[in-house]
């Protein structure tokens, strides 16, 4: 049974606590920027929050690298890097069948902003479908933390990837010179095709 769940989790991005609303706004501006594209320039900063001049824009970067949120190069456009102390967020990558394996997609289908939580950037999330872990304490609709590695213990709960990219969410077995993944439902049967490890689970959060 997985101890590890977070209930009542809330998905929001907190407001730093040494920055006024509008120097939230322009960080938080600024790393969806990143995660999703570029850097945005002084004139995409200003037009995105309102302000009149660039200069304004400056300012405010001033101040957020003053306090450690982020350094930028001077005279260069795009030059904005976040700093480790920046809060950012776990892209949801897929919907994970924890029942019948299913086809996986590679689109983002939005993120959790819980980054402060699970420091390495090595960690993604994927929405689990299905009842086949539910003796693992794994239910429909939660969300299921993964560790990017390739490989996993005998009994850890893994995502894999199956032949003609279907994925998966089980428990690895090693058994009588056998690997396989075992589901924790007995209505579910063990799935023995070949298969690899995208990762392994580390946490699963769920939003009442």
Do not use: C, H, N, W
């Given at each position: 049974m997985i101890?590890?769940?977070m209930c009542g989790i809330v998905f929001n991005m907190k407001a730093k606590a040494d920055l006024t609303p509008k120097q939230n706004q322009v960080l938080k501006f600024i790393q969806q920027r990143i995660e999703t594209q570029i850097p945005p320039t002084l004139r995409e900063?200003?037009?995105e929050l309102g302000f009149s001049s660039t200069g304004t824009?400056?300012?405010?970067l001033d101040i957020l690298q003053k306090k450690g949120?982020?350094?930028r190069a001077n005279n260069k456009s795009r030059a904005i890097e976040l700093l480790k102390n920046t809060p950012s967020k776990i892209p949801i990558i897929?919907?994970?069948?924890?029942?019948?394996?299913?086809?996986?997609?590679?689109?983002?289908?939005?993120?959790?902003?819980?980054?402060?939580?699970?420091?390495?950037r090595d960690v993604f999330a994927l929405r689990v479908r299905g009842d086949s872990m539910i003796e693992a304490g794994i239910?429909?609709?939660?969300i299921a933390v993964i560790r990017k590695q390739a490989v996993a213990a005998n009994g850890e709960i893994v995502a894999a990837l199956l032949e003609n990219n279907e994925v998966t969410l089980k428990r690895l077995r090693h058994r009588n010179n056998q690997t396989y993944l075992e589901a924790a439902n007995k209505n579910y049967p063990p799935i023995h095709k070949d298969f690899s490890i995208m990762g392994k689970l580390i946490t699963i959060l769920r939003k009442y």
């Open positions: 101890s590890t769940q900063i200003a037009k824009v400056r300012d405010y949120y982020l350094k897929a919907t994970i069948p924890a029942g019948g394996p299913d086809l996986a997609y590679e689109d983002i289908q939005g993120y959790i902003e819980t980054r402060d939580l699970f420091p390495s239910m429909q609709g939660d």
